[in-house]
């Protein structure tokens, strides 16, 4: 496995992310950017990325915040976070610096990319394909749902949409998925939307028990390997 550490310019930061391929495959192959959670790009998005370079695919795991950038404690991440939903362009800009980079690969085959993204990772998934990014598929994982230009942004999508939450998960209420549905209906999107039952935030992060919020965000293996390969089998359909 090849690991190579790139940097890219997005939104007026440095960002440093970590490219993944199998050197021993020849040609272009898909690539798939990778969108940390809310935190910064730690060890749960790069393993994930590694994972879809062991199937066959070039996976960039993404910045966030710029110079690698990893906060540690939701007070210290939230204000942040919240800035950054109300300017869905800063986003979408960081989102499209880290596309730029994985299209510009020689082992990357750009007409066949998929963006996917945990949390706030999958938020910025769905913006770069709300901006008409030139993307074939996206999953998010347990990310949410709300942007600001629904009725207009959805139209653009080219990419399929596969997003994946837990029922109950506080972060993202009954209300935010019937919108999205809406969304997704009035941009003519093909979509797709996998709820789970029992599952709160961040269900693929084993981590996710350590913030001591259960009722929140915990790990859930069962909703872990099913989404993971509804997401794969998206990948066979999109990048076929």
């Not at 070039?58 to 906060?71: N, Q, S, T």
């Not at 939450?165 to 998925?177: M, S, V």
């Amino acid at each position: 496995m090849k690991t190579e550490t790139v940097t890219y310019a997005a939104d007026g930061l440095t960002m440093k992310g970590e490219l993944y391929w199998d050197e021993t495959k020849a040609g272009p192959r898909p690539g798939v950017l990778v969108f940390p959670e809310a935190f910064g790009l730690g060890e749960h998005a790069k393993s994930r990325a590694r994972r879809l370079a062991e199937h066959g695919y070039v996976a960039l795991a993404g910045d966030l915040h710029g110079d690698g950038k990893v906060f540690t404690s939701l007070p210290d991440i939230m204000p942040t976070i919240m800035a950054l939903r109300d300017e869905p362009a800063r986003i979408r800009a960081r989102a499209k610096g880290a596309l730029d980079v994985l299209a510009a690969r020689p082992e990357v085959d750009a007409a066949r990319i998929a963006s996917i993204g945990f949390c706030f990772g999958g938020t910025m998934s769905l913006e770069l394909a709300r901006s008409g990014a030139d993307i074939v598929a996206v999953t998010g994982f347990h990310s949410g749902l709300e942007t600001k230009a629904p009725a207009e942004d959805a139209k653009a999508i080219k990419a399929k949409i596969l997003v994946c939450i837990g029922a109950d998960d506080p972060g993202i209420p009954l209300e935010q998925r019937a919108a999205f549905e809406q969304e997704m209906k009035g941009g003519g999107v093909d979509w797709r939307l996998h709820v789970y039952g029992r599952v709160v935030h961040s269900f693929t992060n084993p981590d996710a028990d350590k913030v001591g919020m259960p009722d929140f965000a915990r790990y859930d293996g069962s909703a872990d390997r099913r989404s993971w390969g509804e997401m794969l089998a998206l990948f066979d359909e999109a990048f076929a």
